[in-house]
């Protein structure tokens, strides 16, 4: 049974930091063998990718809108995985949630990640005011 448990979302106000934590467990191969992101999602419209980091670590990937302001990592020996918000925006507001993408792959030396099929935790909310 997979088990994932976001937290660290807040109130913040505009050009402020929060750090997103993700525990799992569960996880088919196991936390160090998988592929993880963050997604996260505004009502009323779709969810999107955030961010995704390979299984070791090495490779990431950022959506257009939080290049050079959220950096993703992650622990394996604690099976936790990170997002550093910096500089936070109004629409960055959103849930954000922490999942297994369901493909991942690198092309032209990029690296780029799909939408998960299942979200197994509740999210962590994180509101930016102006």
């Known amino acids: 049974q997979v088990q994932v448990v976001e937290s660290g979302g807040g109130s913040v106000q505009a050009g402020g930091s929060l750090r997103l934590s993700c525990t799992a467990s569960?996880?088919?191969?196991?936390?160090?063998?998988?592929?993880l992101g963050w997604f996260r999602q505004v009502p009323g419209k779709e969810r999107e990718l955030v961010s995704c980091?390979?299984?070791?670590?090495?490779?990431?990937n950022y959506a257009d809108s939080v290049k050079e302001q959220f950096t993703i990592s992650r622990d394996n020996s604690k099976d936790t995985l990170y997002l550093k918000m910096n500089n936070l925006k109004p629409e960055d507001t959103a849930m954000y949630y922490c999942?297994?993408?369901?493909?991942?792959?690198?092309?032209?030396?990029?690296?780029?990640?799909?939408?998960?099929?299942?979200?197994w935790g509740q999210g962590t909310q994180v509101t930016v005011s102006s």
């Open positions: 980091i390979s299984a070791d670590g090495a490779s990431t």
């Open positions: 569960g996880l088919g191969s196991g936390f160090a063998s998988v592929v």
């Open positions: 999942a297994q993408p369901s493909r991942s792959y690198y092309s032209g030396g990029a690296y780029y990640c799909g939408l998960a099929r299942h979200y």
